[in-house]
């Protein structure tokens, strides 16, 4: 009963957050249908055992604090992060020599003599030459009295509450461990309870790579105090807290130095909250102590309301989408053995499931008021991790953020927009000293001190458009719900980078094009003299180029200002190297039809299909030829390769409207080969961007809205021929319902989320439709639905 009163408060709790959104509910009979979806198929991690390895643990997260739960038994172990945990401190990476040889380079790459302008790009790199690693907070540790006999083991993790759970029968007494981040209350909360009184007994203690001390303080508080880091030479500039209270109900606590203990106690409560000083890039002046002091107190006076609040405010966001795909009885099964099975069974609830765990996943990586999602999103156990797990900008982080405005999630984007506004300034130095110009340049990485010079090597690291893709990701924002205060802000980006280019671009001699120079198709190595990767205006710059300019056109015409750079900008957008179709009928990757000699013929990255997916420049409707040179590049590149790569090339099959191929990938996408037990992406080894590809595949196939239609149904595969998808957004501020039988569309409704009337045009296969939809703010309803014919109804 207690349980069934709580997912009333919290159902009734997240409709009322949106009032429209209650209202439009309501009306369109859709609150009983969600309701009865989370009762049906509750979408659930689960597994049979404790976790071993870190990518078998479940992750949480409230956007800026984060856990992965091991559930074991004798020991529960929390491995923690805290967003803004990295080394180092504010530093100028700025490398002055580099425009002494920007000329040179210039010369030598359209002069065909790549290697030896690579070589000396090396002049142009940043010092140091590696950037500042995330790093882990430690752990906390729980160990309970070993028991004798264990059964009935279950660990699992409710996408539907954001919840981990552990429960077993030890010794005859069943024991219940609920574990939740909260976002609305800044604290990891662990609930232990058992069937039996003066049952729970355990130890609380923490431990660190990081240069930190723990003390137990008062009677029930463990803080563990540190001080980050130095790396590759900056030294560390910040400091730490994480601070930890446990609450007993019954039974007894004792302290020790380091850490508490807890004996025969009925239930307890551990609270747990973290800060560093971190204020921004070049503000490391914030108090931890106060901090976590502040949140643990105001978390305690919530008591037994936090849960309540958590599941409130996640499934404001989390409920906002819903997709059935179909069950069978493989989804009885643990996850471990469902991903293990999914190439080869039918199991469609798992790719729902997968679905929505990138969508779970944003949630919690990606809060306003954080930091964005990086190469782990929030979820690290090193201090030396992969690529440093911070933003790799020439692919990985604008893919974190790919599902975020199709799947309904838009205020996830909100630490991405601040970011890029932060690289504006950084970046003004680096235009600034590297290459003399004005506006502001990112190239491949960045991180949470937010350097933008050339890093790792010239091969990957000289190249200039990374701030100007992260650009394109603002700019889908905006498109998304037409909010012109949210273009205003962005607009100073859009210029800046602009003038970047303005500067910047020069003719090649060939054809007078404008090009990038120097620069690189990122990480592909191409056959020109030398074997390089440097070379001058790769296709993928030109297609970025092309849409930074549009979009900074279109602003300014939108926001009425700048009609002289405008018209500057519209010039040199004509002048941009154009699409080139190669002679194997491929879309080119380089300005020379050099791609059926590169060195790596099935290179993970495909940067020059950027044209097809993400933007919109290559449609097989608008631009058949070039679609037609699209899908040619993608059948010589190959189906399969790293997480994030394979997730690429599923959303680009999408647009190319055929989805029994992108079912077929991923078939390997969620397999154990790139897919570990917890579902986390592997690159191998673990990256996150094969999660956030992977969901915003899924919505492609089923929605899509370049071009100024909303197309249903796009890339259905034959493997889902009945199904429903409810809440997902498209370009335009329109939010999206769509069911289907036998593979034929049944019922679609739009809704009109604009606070102004908007015409909205529809296509499913052959068929189109046009409808006026009346402001979301009008007293009348602001959403048609229609048939399986595209004939609406009121
Ligand atoms: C790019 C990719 C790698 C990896 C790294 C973080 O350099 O080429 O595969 O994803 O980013």
């Known amino acids: 009963m207690d349980s069934f009163k709580h997912e009333f408060a919290f159902i009734l709790s997240s409709v009322m957050f949106n009032r429209f959104r209650f209202v439009t509910a309501l009306s369109a009979l859709w609150l009983p249908l969600c309701v009865r979806a989370e009762t049906v198929q509750p979408l659930l991690l689960w597994y049979r055992q404790p976790a071993v390895k870190w990518v078998e643990a479940l992750p949480l997260g409230n956007g800026r604090l984060g856990a992965m739960v091991f559930g074991g038994v004798p020991q529960e172990r929390l491995q923690l992060n805290e967003d803004t945990l990295y080394a180092g401190g504010p530093y100028d990476p700025d490398n002055p020599g580099a425009l002494a040889v920007l000329p040179e380079v210039r010369r030598l790459i359209f002069a065909g003599q790549y290697s030896q302008a690579q070589s000396l790009a090396s002049n142009m790199m940043a010092h140091p030459l590696r950037q500042m690693p995330y790093e882990t907070l430690g752990d906390l540790l729980l160990t309970f009295p070993e028991a004798h006999s264990v059964t009935n083991y279950r660990r ?13 029968t030890a010794d005859g007494v069943s024991f219940d461990r609920e574990i939740f981040c909260s976002a609305p209350d800044n604290v990891i909360v662990v609930r232990l309870s058992a069937n039996k009184p003066h049952s729970i007994s355990f130890t609380c203690a923490m431990k660190s790579p990081q240069k930190a001390t723990v003390q137990s303080v008062g009677s029930n508080t463990l803080v563990m105090a540190g001080t980050n880091g130095a790396a590759q030479g900056i030294q560390g500039a910040l400091t730490f807290q994480t601070r930890t209270v446990v609450l007993q109900k019954g039974g007894t606590i004792t302290r020790s130095p380091d850490s508490l203990s807890v004996a025969g106690a009925n239930s307890a409560t551990v609270l747990i909250a973290a800060a560093t000083s971190y204020r921004n890039y070049h503000d490391v002046s914030d108090n931890p102590q106060k901090l976590t002091e502040t949140f643990i107190q105001k978390a305690i006076e919530k008591d037994t309301l936090l849960r309540m609040r958590h599941v409130a405010d996640y499934q404001r966001l989390f409920n906002r989408v819903s997709l059935d795909l179909g069950t069978s009885p493989a989804a009885d099964l643990p996850t471990d053995e469902r991903i293990k099975n999914f190439p080869d069974g039918n199991d469609p609830a798992l790719a729902a499931l997968y679905f929505q765990f990138g969508r779970y996943l944003l949630i919690c990586s990606s809060r306003p008021g954080g930091q964005p999602a990086n190469l782990q999103g929030l979820w690290n156990e090193s201090m030396t991790p992969p690529w440093e797990s911070k933003y790799t900008i020439n692919i990985n982080t604008e893919m974190n953020y790919w599902p975020a405005e199709t799947c309904n999630l838009a205020e996830c984007v909100d630490p991405l927009t601040e970011m890029v506004l932060d690289l504006t300034q950084t970046g003004a130095r680096t235009a600034q000293v590297m290459y003399g110009a004005g506006g502001w340049v990112a190239h491949h990485n960045t991180d949470l001190w937010r350097a933008t010079a050339p890093v790792d090597n010239a091969k990957a690291g000289v190249w200039p458009t990374g701030g100007a893709w992260l650009c394109q990701n603002l700019w889908e924002h905006y498109l998304f719900d037409n909010n012109t205060n949210y273009l205003a802000k962005i607009y100073p980006a859009l210029k800046g980078a602009s003038q970047f280019f303005l500067d910047t671009l020069v003719p ?43 979009n900074l056109a279109r602003a300014s015409e939108i926001l009425g200002c700048d009609a002289d750079f405008r018209a500057r900008v519209t010039a040199d957008r004509e002048r941009l190297a154009p699409l080139q179709i190669g002679k194997a009928g491929q879309l080119q990757e380089w300005l020379q039809d050099w791609d059926m000699e590169a060195p790596e013929i099935h290179h993970r990255h495909v940067s020059h299909l950027y044209a097809l997916y993400p933007s919109d420049q290559i449609d097989a409707g608008a631009t058949p030829a070039l679609a037609a040179a699209a899908k040619k590049s993608l059948e010589i590149r190959g189906d399969q390769a790293t997480g994030w790569a394979t997730a690429w090339r599923m959303n680009l099959w999408a647009r190319l409207r055929d989805g029994d191929h992108v079912y077929e990938i991923l078939r390997f996408l969620l397999s154990p080969q790139r897919t570990y037990p917890d579902m986390f992406d592997a690159h191998p080894p673990f990256q996150i961007d094969g999660n956030f590809g992977g969901t915003s595949a899924i919505a492609e196939m089923l929605l899509q809205s370049q071009g100024g239609e909303l197309e249903l149904l796009p890339a259905l595969p034959k493997a889902w021929p009945d199904g429903s998808v409810r809440g997902l957004r498209a370009r335009g501020g329109f939010e999206v319902n769509i069911t289907w039988k036998n593979g034929r569309l049944t019922e679609a409704a739009v809704e009109n989320f604009n606070h102004a009337p908007a015409e909205c045009h529809l296509r499913y296969g052959q068929k189109t439709a046009s409808v006026h939809l009346v402001s979301h703010a009008s007293a009348a309803i602001p959403v048609v639905r229609f048939d399986g014919n595209l004939n609406p109804h009121r």
């Open 508 to 550: 090649e001699p060939t054809h007078g094009w404008l090009v990038t120079c120097p620069s690189v198709s990122p990480e592909n190595t191409h056959p020109g003299p030398g074997k390089a990767s440097m070379c001058a205006g790769p296709s993928m710059d030109m297609e970025i180029l092309r849409d930074l300019f549009a």
């Open 156 to 168: 699992e993790l409710s996408l539907g509450t954001a919840i981990a759970d552990v429960s077993y």
